[in-house]
């Protein structure tokens, strides 16, 4: 029953049996996304299916939903990333990153690129141009901050960095600050 | 003999009873123990406001100083039950103010609370002291004003995770300046600006401030002018923090921290900046509580190394952005750690970035005095919950929360039936359990074996028949709640011992397979629980069918028969 499909497939239905409600997950399903947390979008990504649309899963309380997982609800943000060397660029939604970790791990999987949230080990260095128009290295503002102020990203080889005297280290916030 | 004890000497006996369950027992022994106990008991815990009515409670204990309630069901605080369910705190105040109840002390969880409700309590107990408020709603900072203004000998206000409507009053501004008494507040939950010159001011003149938890709206600046007059706080919550290092305000706030050698608990950081967190590395030695699970902006490796220098944690609440590998640097840093909880920071179940099996068995070899645990992983395996079992064994909570909810363990495919077996078996203290994954019967046959404490079950998409809900409801004899969703028990195992829910404070059924035939049996047969069906259907139409299955259901023992405030969509059976 409500095992295999985790919800939407159950035949749990508040119509009167062989009337009312026909289509018995449907309108469960209408009942069920009326409610469902409303930053979830289930186009994007191919991610596993369905199992956002059960209600109330993850067991997180509503006010940590609401206060951790996004700024604000239903607002996507879209930014083109290009990298050095690629053909085509791709885009990134912001309003579904958690924070620099997320991003990087996803830009990562988009342009194999590994290596972009490690210290040395990396050729690239991620950039962005931010809302005036000036290319700022990723990740010295606050996440919340940057994610507003990005309009998009470039992924950028460190050899074209040299002559800013971007260390490995600095890119990784504030390790070279030991007290 | 002990019978013809002067009462005096009874009462100074009691005195001593300070725990809930244990003056509960003495109040059974006779009657005049029973009478000396409910004259001598300060402070009345009520685990769920429907279970008895405010007079009856102020009849019995007419010298109750300090009053916990609780009102909605646990299930709650997933979306699952409606607005205007209920969980009003306003009779209680009403019937306690009526009462000239001597109150100081009050303690709400998942109720709602309206600005009336604030108001009269602020005018109605003049020793009032402490106000506690946890998961409520209702309220605006209108209400807060009128007890800051009004609570000549406030200590504590205390708002944890609440829906509140924010005015943009000044109600920090109410705190009168003779106003000295506070020692613990807490507003991190509200949204709005505060008046932040009064704030200084405020916690200036309290010298016996301990605990300053902030919201996100007291800037940097502020922040360390206030940890500057109070560096004798023991705990401390800051959601706004410095973003620029290079800033005269991160220099300053970086001399005030290492001043601050009392803090031993910190949280907040909501809108940090990761090379900023080096400010902080001067308290951190001595901390034992940290909450960093409103922090997204902290990653993996700045995250780890300020755990390595928290050597003394008890309490570590964060992101599952730390990984695995990030729990094994907890592992071998915080020996003394008892209570972690690790909270999903993705919702979407990407596969992304989240914590496994491994990191669960590191922490358990790390830390031996583990008695507590909130986990949300990836996922999960049997091997794993049994090795974790073995390491510790003094767990008092266990809730793991796989994001896929039937998923089998990682390694075999198997069900998690095994891994928490061993769990129940070894943790012989285990007062509240929550499963997740793949689950068959089996699992509630073990639980029902071992788990001889359980005080409170969650399950969720588990079981294959009645007799999983069967094991529980025989096997746990302290079972008090039982909360269920999404698997297949029905009326059977609802109906086949119905004097158990006596003995319990709540059960909720949701998704499951009763019946609206079988709860009204229930309910006959049992006039002393309140058996609650809760329904959204638009398409009811009448009554329905005794064969319909019931999409929420929840029942609690009660003496005070169906409550009147009940709303159109519940129905008491």
Redesign the interface.
Known sequence: ????G??LE?E??????GG??SDPSG?MEK?EKK?V?SE?SSDE?T??EN??E????????????K???SMEEGTKMYVKVSMDGAPFLRKIDLS?R?????LL??LEKLFGCYGIGEEDSSEYVPIYEDKDGDWMLVG??????FSRSCKRLRIMKRLDAKGIGLHAKDF????S??? | MINYFPEEVLWHVFSFLTSHPDRNAASLVCKSWYNVERFSRGKVFIGNCYAISPERMISRFPRVRSLTLKGKPHFADFNLIPQDWGGNVYPWIVAMAKGSTNLEELRLKRMVVSDESLELLAKSFPNFKSLVLVSCEGFTTDGLAAIASNCRFLRELDLQENEVEDRRGQWLSCFPDSCTSLSSLNFACLKGEVNVAALERLVARCRNLRSLRLNHAVPPDALQKILAQAPQLVDLGADSFVHDPESETYNKLKNVMQKCSSIRSLSGFLDVNARCLPSIYPICINLTSLNLSYAPGIYSKELVKLIHKCKKLQRLWILDTIGDKGLGVVASTCKELQELRVFPSDLHVVGNVAVTEEGLVAISAGCPNLNSLLYFCQQMTNAALITVAKNCPNFIRFRLCTLNPTIPDAVTMQPLDEGFGAIVQSCKGLKRLSVSGLLTDQVFLYIGMYAEQLEMLSIAFAGDSDKGMLYVLNGCKKLKKLEIRDSPFGNMALLADTGKYETMRSLWMSSCGVTFGGCKTLAEKMPRLNVEIINEGDEMEGRPDDRQKVEKMYLYRTLVGPRKDAPDFVWTL
């Open positions: 029953m409500a095992k295999d985790l919800g159950t749990l239905t508040l119509a009167l049996p009312g409600g309108s009942k409610r947390f979830f990504t991610m596993v199992k956002n059960v209600v109330g899963w993850p067991p997180v309380c509503s006010y940590r939903r206060n951790s997982f579904t958690e924070g620099y970790s997320c791990m996803d010295d503002v606050p996440w919340q901050m990784h916030k504030g390790i600050i030991e007290a």
